[in-house]
Nanobody
Framework: QVQVVESGGGVVHSGGSLTLSCTAS????????MGWFRQAPGKDREGVSC????????HYANSVKDRFSLSRDNVGRMLALLMTSLKLEDSAMYYC????????????????????WGQGTQVTVSS
């Protein structure tokens, strides 16, 4: 069974930076997609970024483009989310998810196609 584990959340001042990590278990083989999502209290879940492991293209939500970036460790099936210029509205529970390859080219931001989800890691941006 595929397991996905996030780490790296915490409290950071507005304008600061934070890096989240996501590691998938060895049972995730072949090509696959991994994505980052977030959900703030009282709000809908929002897709943050998506990547197909075999593709050099990273996908980002407009709300984080130019501030967030992805870094991969292909051997370790680890996907890091580098967050800079953090804003108060970036505060949320951040989730990592894995699914079939190709879903990043579709409506990935609604989470469709991601079958394996982590427990989440909290990011709080303070003023």
């Amino acid at each position: 069974q595929v397991q996905v584990v996030e780490s790296g959340g915490g409290v950071v001042h507005s304008g600061g930076s934070l890096t989240l990590s996501c590691t998938a278990s060895e049972s995730l083989t072949g090509d696959f997609a991994m994505g980052w999502f977030r959900q703030a209290p009282g709000k809908d879940r929002e897709g943050v970024s998506c990547v197909t492991w075999s593709s050099p293209i990273d996908h980002y939500a407009n709300s984080v483009k130019d501030r967030f970036s992805l870094s991969r460790d292909n051997v370790g099936r680890m996907l890091a989310l580098l967050m800079t210029s953090l804003k108060l509205e970036d505060s949320a529970m951040y989730y990592c998810a894995a699914g079939a390859p190709g879903i990043c080219s579709a409506s990935w931001q609604d989470g469709v196609g991601f079958d394996h989800w982590g427990q989440g890691t909290q990011v709080t941006v303070s003023s």
